[in-house]
């Protein structure tokens, strides 16, 4: 391709070879970044789930990771089928594959709930990743790329800033609907035997039932509004020679594999991703612990404040990335968030928890800015659907990490001290941002 066809530009959005567009489409943005709450509100609710699997289903702490393991299992398992749809059809038909698989998965928490045994859920839950790797897969890329390339970041943090929204109307469905008037589950359970027990159990997963409800008719909504947008390609234009010879699978991944900041990138999201997961999971596990007389709805209000924090923490970085390189921002955020888990596994009673909450904070800008930035180091755009599709399948640290500080909260017999292994992923984090500044442009 010549110089010239380089940098024809796609006449209905502006949009130039590289995939990028000349000035961002408000409208489609928007459809776009209305995408992000509803992984949040997903996450969020198995914040919920996981204390209420735990009691009904007389779970360990490592067992009730296994929520955590389905759900991040999807988004690793489907991630690059995610791409191939992206490079074959379009980012539009990616994320309306996601919305029907979620609406299916969403579905069949009905029958779950018949069932009514913990591996049925898993299976539901698993076919919410499902849909929700297709939906993050395509949204992450498509709203780094739905304008000029050096606002990539500042377009990816701006629609991220709106999945804590979806986090906080999970965890308020969850508080409200499910753990609703019921008081302290594990103290009304803990007398009751045999038939008894099973049948309060069966009435209580019924509960499950109500938020997905809600879900079901935005999710529809979504749908229809998305089949109805114009939306722009927002892919490299290449001939259709190129297309066959150049971007072949084997050969993206050919590259990505001796590109170093790109692994150290996919590196540090699995990390990031697992540490956010186990401090989420187990906040209200350990507001619990550390203070026996409130109950699991009142224990919930530490994650709505989480959420809060994570919101606030976003739109903080977002400004400040306007004044000063992402990276140095991240390296300052990274740090002060591994001090407080280190508070949250060793200062003493309710600090441990707000140490835990104040975390989220920190944890903000984290997920966005990693990706993107690991995006740009793809500097041959013919591979970014790719790329894009493995950084999603780094969320797959989402099944692991938590499930490592369950099993030493179990081992040690300590939930407070199992957080020692989230404050050690931070720090990790904080050694990659660390190491990044050099590269980063001003």
């Known amino acids: 391709m010549n110089n010239h066809s380089q940098q024809k530009v796609h006449h209905d959005f502006g949009q130039l070879s590289d995939g990028y567009l000349k000035k961002t489409p408000i409208f489609q943005f928007i459809v776009i970044s209305l995408m992000f709450p509803l992984w949040g509100t997903a996450a969020s609710l198995n914040d919920i789930l996981i204390t209420q699997f735990k009691t009904v289903f007389e779970l360990n702490d490592a067992a009730t990771a296994f929520v955590q393991s389905a759900f991040y299992g999807g988004y690793f398992l489907v991630a690059i089928p995610a791409s191939f749809v992206i490079r074959k059809a379009s980012y539009k038909v990616t994320i309306m594959t996601g919305l029907v698989a979620y609406i299916l998965g969403a579905g069949l928490f009905f029958p779950a709930s018949q069932v009514a045994t913990y591996s049925m859920f898993l299976v539901a839950i698993f076919a919410i990743a499902v849909g929700l790797s297709f939906l993050e897969t395509a949204s992450d890329t498509y709203s780094s790329m739905m304008g000029p390339k ?9 629609s991220q800033i709106l999945n804590p929204i979806g986090s906080i109307i999970g965890i ?14 594990s103290e009304k359970m803990a007398g009751m035997q045999g038939a008894e027990r099973i049948a309060y159990g ?3 997963l019924q509960l499950t039932l109500q938020p997905y409800k809600y879900i079901l008719f935005v999710l529809v909504v979504m749908l229809i509004v998305l089949a109805c947008t114009k939306m722009p390609s927002a892919k490299p ?3 259709e020679v190129e297309s066959d010879a150049k971007v072949r699978f084997s050969e993206s991944i050919n590259y990505l594999a001796h590109n170093y900041r790109f692994k150290k990138g996919i590196l540090a999201q699995f990390i990031y991703v697992g540490m956010q997961t186990a401090v989420w ?8 612990v550390m203070n026996h007389s409130i109950s699991e709805a009142q224990a ?3 994650m709505i404040y989480s959420y809060i924090l994570f919101f606030v923490g976003k739109v903080v970085a977002t400004w400040l990335f306007t004044k000063f390189q992402p990276t140095k921002v991240l390296t300052a955020y990274s740090i002060l968030g591994t001090l407080s888990l280190l508070l949250a596994a060793l200062a003493p009673g309710m600090i441990a928890v707000y140490a835990a909450v104040s975390a989220s904070f920190f944890f903000g800008p984290q997920w966005p800015t990693i990706y993107a930035h690991t995006l740009d180091t793809v500097t041959d755009k013919r591979h970014t659907e790719t790329a894009g599709a493995i950084l999603v399948m780094a969320i797959v640290g989402g099944a692991v990490i938590p499930a490592i500080q369950g099993i030493v909260s179990d081992g040690i017999g300590s939930m407070q001290l199992s957080f020692i292994v989230s404050a050690i992923c931070f720090a990790l984090v904080s050694f990659y941002f ?6 980063d442009i001003e």
Request: charged content about 20%.
């Open 281 to 288: 999971s187990f906040t209200i596990r350990l507001a619990l």
């Open 237 to 239: 234009i290449v001939n």
């Open 300 to 302: 919930s209000d530490f």
């Open 172 to 185: 308020l469905l969850g508080k409200y609907l499910i753990f609703g008037s019921v008081g302290n589950l």
């Open 434 to 439: 660390a190491t990044e500044i050099k590269h």
């Open 202 to 204: 069966e009435k209580m």
């Open 150 to 158: 050096k606002y990539a970041n500042l377009r990816l943090n701006i």
